[in-house]
């Protein structure tokens, strides 16, 4: 019998929150809860889908005790886990941190370039908080925490709260392992066992075998090279790919792959080796923040008000995706000690032989009751060493110019990225971004 567990979802009103619960509930036999919370700082927005999910918990795991809250004691007191995704400034700020760079012919994206570097300024504060909520309400729990961005979020809570019980992950190598899994004939991304290193949104894998030590390269490189992780001429259906800048972001994986045949790449590569190509093919006027707004968000708050106002979730479209299946599974392997080999971003210290001991990598670890141990990927050839070191200093000078509330460390931090041009277009950007998050950033000086 497993012991049951008490989980807080922060952020309560994400679009991601009710695929979580619906996958809880599918593994109640491996991870049982004894009681579920949410928590957000907007009690309107987290009461459409906590309306909907207490719906959802009644009808499938009424054993499962239910609370929603915006008050922080309540909320974190007597949990295991932290479950966090947040999005300090909502999808209005995605917005802006996408369209400004546009303006200059930058690449504007939630994660990667300056809009990355905006959107960390912002989440460093909100995660911050709730880590210190967590630790004097729950001392010994947990947070895993997908809020973004994420390379930029784990680099400020290593250095701001070092001894923070603190996991940072991301579900895009799971989603592209479940496309790998999709071109060999494998059921799930689960069959796989890779190595991998790199920063977040930022890696390659060098090898990718099948649980009996087949190796899946040969027939991988063969498809990314024509396809990229795209669909080959046969079809697809994984509902990911059905939305055209998916596909798009999946198939130009065949581009980056081209430069280095080595290896497999992470897609998201494609901001910093192509920043080009990207900006053209953008919309400056209607960017990825507004497809959100009119798809998953319209969609899930549209689901989530239907089943309050039935009052049955009977014939729920809402289902649990790749994205929870992973914290969930996390969850499970810290808890029930699955020894469960997991990608996850974490303090390098010599899991990437020939890079800073400090830097936050995602590479794979062995997940269990002691918490993770990274597992180590090697020396890696010059060309990666190059861009990561780049972008890990990026990174870092974010963090301190969010401490040391410095204009001219994030002036650099906007230059040295390989999506600016130049520290003439890294100030126009700069000094409109800061304009526009006048409400989130420290003043800088
Ligand atoms: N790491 C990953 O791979 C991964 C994958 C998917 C989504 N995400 C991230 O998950 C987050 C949620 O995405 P979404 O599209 O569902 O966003 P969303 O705007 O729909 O939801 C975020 C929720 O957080 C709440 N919130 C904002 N600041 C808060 C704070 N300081 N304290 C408490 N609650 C706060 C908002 O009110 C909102 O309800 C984003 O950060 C997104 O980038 C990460
Ligand atoms: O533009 P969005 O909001 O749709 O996505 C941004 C996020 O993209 C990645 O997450 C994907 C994930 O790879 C896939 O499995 C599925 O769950 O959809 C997600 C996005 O909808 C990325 O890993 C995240 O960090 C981004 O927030
Ligand atoms: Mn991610």
Known sequence: MLEKKSVVIAGGGSTYTAGIVMMLINNQDKFPLKSLKFYDNDFERQKVVADACEIIIRERAPEIEFVATTDPEVAFKD???????????????????????MKYDVVGQETCGPGGIAYGMRSITGVVELIDYMEEYSPNAWMLNYSNPASIVAEATRVMRPNAKIINI?????????????IVGLKSGNDIVDR????????WWTEILDKDGNDLMPKLKEHVKEYGYGPDTSGNDNPLLMEQSWMDTFTKAKDIY???????????????????????HTDPNHTRAN????????????ECRNITSKGTAEDTTLEAGEHAEFIVQLAGALSYNTH?????????????ANIE???????PCIVSKRGYEPLAMGKI??????????????????????????????????????????AGVAKLILDDLQEANKEYWPELS
């Open 357 to 363: 001991n400090d830097a936050m990598v995602e590479v």
């Open 291 to 302: 497809e959100v707004m009119e798809n998953r968000e319209k969609n899930v708050f549209t």
């Open 196 to 203: 991998y290193y790199g920063l977040n949104h930022y890696g």
């Open 258 to 280: 081209a430069v280095d045949p080595d290896t497999l790449p992470n897609t998201y590569l494609k901001y910093y080796l192509y920043p080009d190509y990207v900006v053209k």
């Open 79 to 101: 949990v295991d886990f932290v479950m966090a995704h947040i999005r300090q400034g909502g999808l209005k700020m995605r917005e802006m941190d996408e369209k400004i760079p």
């Open 381 to 422: 050839p010059t060309f990666q060493k190059g861009m990561i070191e780049q972008q890990v200093s990026v990174e870092k000078l974010v963090v301190q110019a969010y401490m040391e509330k410095s204009y001219q460390k994030l002036w650099k931090a906007l230059t040295l990225s390989a999506t600016v041009p130049s």
């Open 340 to 352: 469960e080999r997991m990608l996850l971003i974490v303090e390098n210290n010599g899991a990437i």
């Open 170 to 182: 991301c579900d895009m190598p799971v989603a592209i392992k479940q496309g790998m899994a999709d």
